[in-house]
Structure formats: C-alpha cells, structure tokens
C-alpha cells in the first residue's frame, strides 16, 4: 500500500528544490522580473525565458549550471482560472539548466532523486512520459532509473518541444504523481487530471530545426526544466487543488472573511470567485511590483483585467465597497520573503489597486446605466435580443458577468446573443495570446540566412555624419538581390553607418547613400537584430551588393531629432521637479518636427503646473548647459543616480547622457551637445491617454517656429472675419458663442410654442366616451420634446382621459407620445406598455411611466395605422 507524501511548505519546497541544485554545481540565480527582455514576448511566461538569448547562442553564460525560482504569468487561459484544479495566471516555476554541461541522463538521474529522496514522494505514485521515438530517454528510465515499462509512457508532439517553425528543438520527458496507484498499470492514461498531475517536465535541447524541417544535432546540447512550484505543493500537502495551498489559500480567506463567507461551506459558483481573486491578487502585486502599471494597452491592459476581474468576483460574493488593497496585504506578506520587492513596492502596489478599484466601480453604476439604454433602445426598435457586441462590452468594459446581462435581460422579455458574445470573447482571446505560452526562439528578422556571412553593423554617427561605406545587404521586397536600378525601393545593410536607427523613441535619420553615378535617397533606418536597415529609394544608377558608397545624413533633420530628445530629458526632469518625483517615464516619440513624452501619473498636470515645467525647461535651455556623455557598467550609472525608462533592457555597458545639476538618463539616442541649441521649447497639449498615464506634445528648435507661424496665420485669419485686433478675439468669441446659446433657446422655445399652438387646433377633434376623453393624433414636423410638451399640456385641457399624439419629425423617424389620467390608469392602462405596443405597428418600440411615455419608430407609411390602433384600442378600453 502507497504511503502519502510528507508536508512540506510552499517556501521549503522553493528552499529545497534551489538548495538541491546548488549542491551539484548550480548557480542560484534570483528571479527574473515580469517584463521580459525579449520583445515579441509580452509577459514573462516560462522559467527558461531569460535564458533564451543562451540558448539562441545570442550571449555566453556566465555559469554552465543555472538554478531559478521564476515567477511567472499566463492569461491565455484565463477563463479557466478557479474552474479547474491547476489553472493559475500566477506561478512559480522551478528549473534546473545546463549549457552545454550535463545532458539526459543526469538531468533524468537528479529529477528522480530530488523528487524520491528529497520531496519523499513515493515510486510507486510516479510516472513518467517520453517522447514516441526517444529510445534513447526511454532506456535511461528503464535501466538506469529501474521504472517498470509499464509505467513509462510514449507520447506523439506533445512531448517533442520547439521553439517555433525553425530554431532549437528537442525531446521532452515528464514526471506525473499518481493519486490512485491502486487502480493499476495497464491503460494508463495520462491525459486523465483526476489521477494524474504532471510535476516536473525535463526538455533536452538537443536538435535545430531548418526551415526545410530537418533537425541537425546540436553542437551544444542544452537542459531546461521546469517543477510547477504550486502543483508539487498540492501534492505535498495533500490538498484538492493547488488554491487551497499555503500559497494561495490564505488570501481565499482573507477575501472570504471580508464577503463574511466560509469558503468551506460555499457553494462552487462562490468558491470560484473565491479562488480568482486568490489568483489574480497575486499576478497583480508582482506585476505592480515590476513597475507594470495600469492601462489600455500591452501588459498594462493584462494588469487592468486582472484587477476588474478581481472586483467583479468581489461582487459577484458580496463584497460592494473596495477590498483590494486588503487582499492584496495578504498577497504581499505571503510572497515578501523570497520576493523583497514586493513589500518595498507596497504603497505603489496599493495605490494603483485603490484608484482601479474606485474607477471600476463607478464605472460599474455607468454599465448599469448603459444596459438601461440599450434595453430602451432595443425596445423602441421593436428588437427583442441584446446583440453579443453589446454584451461583451458590459462585460469586459464594465465588468457584467454574462449571466448578470441576461438576467436583466430577461426581466425586460429580452434575450442575449450568446454565440456573439462568445465571438468578441474569442476575439480578446487572440488579442491576449501577445502572451501565449508558446515562446518564438527564432530570430524573426527576413536578414537571418544572411546573417553568418556579414558583420554587425557599425554605427559611428554619434560623432561622424558621413562615412564610406560597402553595400552589405541588398533587400528589394524583402528577397535578397545582387543589385537593383533606378526608381526601385530597397533596403540596405551597410558595413558602417552614421544614420541612427529608430530606437527609443527617436525616429531613424533621413539623408542619402551616393556614389559612381549612384544616389540613393534614404527615408528612414531600422534596427533588426545586429544589423541597420536603411530604407530607401534609388534615384539614379544600379546599385550592387559590394559597391563602396558615401553616406551622409541629413544634417539639418538630425539637429531638430537632437533638439527634441533632449527637450523630452529636460521635461521628465521638469516634471519630477514640480509635479512629482516618483513621475517616470511611459514612452515617447522624437520626431523632426515635435516629441511627444508620456508619463506615469495619477493625476491631470495643472495649467500653473504645465507653465512652471515650460518655463523651468526653457531656464535650463538659456542657461546653456553642457552635456557630459559617458559609457559606464550599469550598476554605476546607477548608483549616481541616473534615470532608467521602465520597461527598457540595458547591457551590462549603459551610456549615460549627463546635463549636470539638470537631467541623467541612461540613452542611446542622439543629443545636443549644450541645451543653448535647442533655441526654446514650447509645451503644445497635455492629456490623459489612459488611466494613471499622461501625454505632454511639445515643439522645440525651429520646429517652434513652424509651429508659431501657423498659428499666427489662424489669428490673423479670425481677426480679419470677426473685425477686431488678436487680443480682444476671446472676447468676440465668447460674445458670439453666448448669442449662440440665446438664438439656440429662443429656437426651441419657439418650436413648443409652435407644436402648442398646432396641438390646439386638434380640441375640436376630440371624442367622448362616457366619462373619458380621448384624443389621438398626428402633427407635422414636431420634434419628440415638444411633441411630449404637448401631449401633456392637451391632457391637462382635458381632463380626465387620454392623449396619443404622433410626429414624423425627420425622414425614416416616428416619434408617439401617450398621456394617461389617474382614472385611465385606474382601468388597467399604463401609458408605458400602451405606446411600446403601438410603435411596434411602426417597426419599433419605446416605453415609460404609467401616465407619460414616449417611443418612436423607423417606418412613417405605418403611422397612420398605428394611430388608428390606438383610437381603436382606447375606444374599446373606455366602452367597458
């Protein structure tokens, strides 16, 4: 009979799988953070990650043997999370890794060991897996591990690792706990999650794959693997699923006892909502923690998800006023042992959960107001379904749980398109695969089959704007050519370069290539890999790989990209002085004729404000400081205090754009090389681009006289219509605009005087039927207000009645507006439900309150009928 496995903490487990690994000649290496250095990978996804550089054989290890506890996410299942017994966004995942050291059989021989000998788990609750035609795995287990056949499966793809189409690949092999080793050996299906969890996964790097399909040996062979640090937890603590571990579990209770629940006793709807703020909670302190923070776009719309859905499974158990940051405390005390940034990072990670929070939930009541809209619409259109679109917005926009929309829905006698909801669901789906599980370890640049026969680029343009250059590369349409003529676009890959790439922010140089009857005008430079791509066009010659050129920047564009990059320095530091010093930098775009700086804040910058950081930026410029540029390690550049942009990776070299006693940023762009140059800088707009992130547009250098001229050419221009001298224009305005509002009242003043008096040419038309008066009706060209204004001012003439009075006030549009007494509604007629009827007749709908309603319709012919329903139908209702 199997024993069960011995406790272990979450943290032991962590401690000892690192510690195991130490002690056979691997480095501990610290977590790397959520925000990845490589590009096409929007989060952090996979504990090899930050190895892929080694593995593309892009940068030499430091150590041959590597150990990590990696925190990790995943969104591209997130529906799952909470539903199923292993789904998380946040993990940590354990791995060992050799480059080119060790290979299968020790890596097959230590994952053995250290899941027997040091998590104690039973042999006879293992299984392991191989790849169909791994023979070579497949013996090692048997005869060196001594694991029967029968328990050592072969798998198809699922266990053949790659990267993508082409690039490093391998054979994987894995290890699976058993629950129920009672029920035999034969048939085993791993596949079955209710017996089997997979522990451990073991890839042996050992193949590259061509674009052909053909896999060659590795030269160096490389080990990566990876021990979900959650599920191994599970097991050892002998729990249902991983969110009831010591990991997760006491933030489920923690939101439990503020909901005033037991999650024990809660039914599993609840207890889902339980386990998704358990889970998400966690990937937002650690995204926040890595100076994520909240937005529309990228990895800051991952982290806004995350905190909605928070919130709205906080609702869904009962929790209506704000309980984030609680959880989130939890979270934080949990983790702060092996991930110190986390406490350190407390008060932004608070801050950012309470200002979400708070938004979402007024923006909550908004969706609430919306669903009303969208109901009254769909009602006077005569429409009786709410369309998927509609419904996924309130979802994800507004945090409506699908089964909350169809509930009111319903209430309203109207369906939900579910098959459309699940399209835009599906929609989002790809949208969040940015950060898919998948990791591309292919170079992705159409240079690469070039790339073994040519040098890294030399760039040379931060001190020379001409150099004599060989055409290395010759691309025209993305195929490499020998040599193109005239007229014909291409791009060109120098030995040598003075134009600047597009990188941070700053756009690429423009200039042009000549040479021997050549001249080739170039429009823009890119950065692929190692190598500049400048793009262009061939304005005269045949151009030929090999051809000896002289390139030369357009020195005039490069001083207004230098005067508007170092006007974006001089504004982060403007902003940090005045505003707040914890500002820091969200993105930017230098361009030849404006920047644009994004930034991290709360809050909208005050007009006093916007003009303190104008007029501080435009001292620093007067007061024509030098610029110091230095090359130094990071760690010291640093340590003096120099400005990083989150988000961006730095080499161990970084180089340091120094304005003493102003700005020190680590940049590789190009600069003035003394403020003065810059001439003025003027701020043009400042807006919120999205929650907790600012836009300031600007112009500086000669761009501000381009900038001032059109806009004295506009002055003039108003001058001149309005008659009177620039300075007193805000005065005609607002004298014009306050004319406008009086003309615009006086207007609708006199249309309700107009549909009054043509209302009152319809008295003599009115019936009685015992004690009832009725009136029903149609005026020409009335406008729904003052269609209403006169339905009630009629009903006030009659009395004791009912008026129903129609309009078509624009083509292809009905307006209907009924007006019941109290004594109407007596019988059971209520002015809402009567008119929503009638307009249907007209091809829509609409309703209101018992005494006073309006609707409206899209098919004029009908209106005449639809009235004549209604005189009918009150006849009737008065006869009895």
């Known amino acids: 009979m199997s024993v069960n496995p011995q406790y272990l903490s979450g943290s032991e487990i962590r401690t000892l799988f690192l510690d195991f690994y130490a002690q056979r000649g691997h480095e501990i290496l610290p977590s790397a953070s959520l925000v990845p250095e490589d590009p096409t990978v929007l989060l952090t996804i996979a504990g090899m990650l930050p190895f892929k550089p080694i593995f593309l054989g892009q940068r030499t290890p430091e150590f041959n043997r590597a150990t990590t506890s990696q ?50 788990l039973p042999k006879e609750r293992l299984v392991v897996s191989v790849f169909l035609e791994d023979d070579e795995a497949f013996a090692i287990w048997r005869d060196k591990i001594n694991v029967p056949e029968a328990r050592i499966k072969r798998m198809g793809e699922d266990n053949f690792w790659v990267s993508g189409a082409t690039g490093p690949c391998g054979p994987c092999s894995e290890i699976y706990y058993d629950f129920y080793p009672e029920r035999g050996d034969e048939d085993i299906d791993l596949e079955d999650d209710t017996r089997f ?61 503020i909901a005033g629940i037991d999650y024990l006793r809660s039914e599993e709807k609840t207890k889902v909502s339980l386990k998704v703020i358990g889970d998400h909670i966690r990937s937002v302190v650690h995204m926040v923690a890595d100076e ?152 992705q640049s159409s240079l690469d089959k070039l790339a073994e026969n040519i040098q890294a680029t030399n760039f040379i343009g ?17 195929v490499s050519q020998d040599e193109a003529e005239a007229g014909t676009e291409v791009r060109i890959v120098l030995d040598k370069t003075p134009f600047y790439a597009e990188s941070g922010g700053q756009i690429g140089d423009r200039g042009f290539l000549s040479g021997d009857g050549i001249v080739v005008t170039i429009h823009d430079v890119k950065k692929e890999s190692d190598f500049f791509v400048h793009l262009g066009t061939i304005e005269r010659g045949t151009l030929r790989v090999g051809d000896t050129v002289m390139a030369q920047i357009d020195q005039a564009c490069r001083r207004r990209l230098q005067a508007n990059h170092t006007a974006t320095h001089l504004l982060q530091a403007a902003l940090k002085k005045i505003v707040d010093e914890s500002i820091s930098q969200a993105g930017s775009l230098v361009s030849f004729d404006r920047l644009r700086f994004d930034f991290n804040c709360p809050r909208p910058i005050t007009p006093a ?125 607002t004298i014009l605009q306050n004319e406008l509002r009086t003309t615009q009242k006086e207007l609708e003043t006199f249309k309700v005087q107009l549909a009054i008096a043509k209302s009152d040419s319809l008295l003599q038309t009115v019936e009685s039927i015992g004690d009832y008066k009725i009136l029903v009706a149609q005026l020409e060209n009335v406008d729904p207000e003052s269609l209403k204004t006169a339905t009630e001012r009629l009903l006030q003439k009659l009395g004791n009645g009912a008026v129903v009075l129609g309009s078509v ?14 004594e109407v509604n007596k019988k ?39 009235l004549e329903k209604a005189r009918n139908e009150l006849r009737s209702a008065f006869s009895k």
């Open 71 to 120: 925190k990790c996410i995943r969104t591209n299942d997130i529906e799952n999370v909470g539903r199923t017994h292993r789904h998380h966004t946040f993990f940590e995942m354990l791995g060992n890794f050799s480059f080119g050291d060790y290979f299968k059989e020790q890596a097959i021989a230590w994952g053995w060991e250290i899941c027997t000998t040091v998590f104690n």
């Open 462 to 478: 931060y001190t020379k704007p001409v150099a004599t250059a060989k055409i290395e590369v010759l691309l025209v349409e993305g």
């Open 197 to 257: 969890i997979e522990l451990y996964n073991l890839v042996f790097m050992q193949y590259n794959r061509d674009v052909d399909g053909t896999l060659t040996p590795l030269a160096s062979k490389n080990i990566d693997t990876g021990m979900g640090l959650e599920r191994m937890a599970q097991v050892l603590q002998q729990v249902p699923n991983n969110y009831e571990t010591d990991l997760i579990f006491p933030i489920i209770k923690k939101a439990a006892e």
């Open 609 to 733: 404000e916007l003009q303190q950081v104008e007029e501080i930026v435009n001292t620093w410029i007067a007061e024509a400081h030098s610029a110091k540029v230095e090359t130094m390690p990071l760690a010291e550049a640093k340590a003096k205090g120099a400005t990083a942009m989150f988000g961006e990776k730095y080499g161990e070299e970084v180089r340091v754009i120094d304005f003493t006693g102003v700005s020190m940023e680590l940049c590789g762009g190009t600069h003035v090389s003394n403020t003065a140059e810059i001439g003025v800088c003027k701020i043009v707009s400042e807006v919120g681009i999205a929650s907790g992130v600012r836009r300031i547009e600007a112009v500086s250098g000669p761009s501000v006289l381009d900038y001032l001229n059109v806009r004295d050419k506009v002055v003039k221009e108003l001058s001149d219509r309005l008659k009177v001298k620039p300075e007193e224009l805000p005065d005609r305005i």
């Open 828 to 866: 059971g007629l209520q002015a809402g439900k009567f008119i929503g009827a009638i307009a249907k007749i007209c091809g829509g709908g609409g309703g209101g309150r018992p005494n006073l309603a309006s609707a409206g319709g899209r098919d004029p012919s009908q209106l005449s009928a639809a």
């Open 809 to 822: 006030p624009e083509a292809e549009k009905v307006s209907l507006v009924a007006a019941f007494s109290p």
């Open 292 to 443: 994520i923070r909240a937005s529309n776009v990228g990895r800051g719309y991952v982290l806004r998800r995350l905190i909605r859905r928070v919130v709205r499974h906080g609702r869904l158990i009962g929790i209506s006023d704000e309980f984030t940051t609680q959880v989130a405390e939890t979270a934080i005390a949990l983790s702060e042992a092996a991930y110190p940034n986390v406490r350190q990072r407390e008060l932004a990670i608070k801050a950012e959960l309470q200002r979400e929070e708070s938004n979402f939930l007024k923006t909550l009541d908004r969706g609430e107001k919306l669903l009303e809209e969208i109901i009254l619409e769909l009602q006077q259109q005569g429409k009786t379904q709410i369309d998927g679109e509609s419904a996924f917005t309130l979802y994800d926009t507004y945090g409506f749980p699908l089964e909350l929309t169809q509930e009111i829905a319903g209430e309203n006698n109207l369906s939900v398109d579910e098959i459309g909801f699940e399209t835009e669901m599906e929609k989002q789906r790809k949208r969040g695969q940015e950060a898919h599980e998948t990791i591309d370890l292919t170079v």
